[in-house]
């Protein structure tokens, strides 16, 4: 059975937002490391595209004809994954404040240190805590975009060397 790289994407989103959920209810014991899991199952799940595509009877022979099989994979998978971030985010405004407390230190120690105002805190802070979810989501595409053209390229450089 032939699935198409934008099923693929959706499988591997999917799978991508299953670790983030299991991460999440895991709460503070979990490590921090696990969420290159993520990232693991994102660089699989590229290369599972651009291999089987490679495999076919489709398969050119050339860069351009692999690439465009891999973004329509993580193109796929970066829809996915911002949806998922801002509504995740919208529905916890408990980590925009956690952040905004952080935030809120950090500006504390530019005030002890002659770098800021103490009158510029408050704005500051509720200017982050506002913009939170809208930068998570663009982290994240950006993100998602770059780790996805480089596996994508460096994966279809090393299948065409590789004949």
Not at 42 to 71: C, D, E, H, K, V
Not at 112 to 123: M, R
């Amino acid at each position: 059975m032939k699935i198409s790289p934008a099923i693929k994407g959706i499988i591997i989103a999917t799978l991508m937002i299953a670790v983030i959920l299991f991460i999440y209810n895991l709460g503070k014991e979990a490590d921090t490391r696990l969420q290159y899991l993520v990232y693991g199952i994102y660089a699989i799940g590229i290369f599972w595209t651009i291999f089987a595509f490679r495999q076919s009877g489709s398969f050119t022979g050339t860069f351009g004809n692999l690439f465009n099989q891999g973004f329509r994979c993580f193109i796929v998978v970066t829809l996915l994954m911002t949806l998922f971030y801002w509504i995740f985010n919208s529905q916890h405004p408990e980590f925009a404040e956690e952040s905004a407390k952080v935030y809120r230190a950090q500006l504390e120690q530019s005030v002890l240190k002659n770098e800021k105002l103490p009158t510029e805190i408050e704005p500051e802070v509720a200017t982050f805590k506002k913009q939170y979810t809208l930068r998570l989501v663009s982290g994240a595409i950006f993100g998602y975009l770059i780790i996805g053209v480089a596996v994508t390229a460096a994966l279809s450089v090393f299948l065409i060397k590789r004949k």
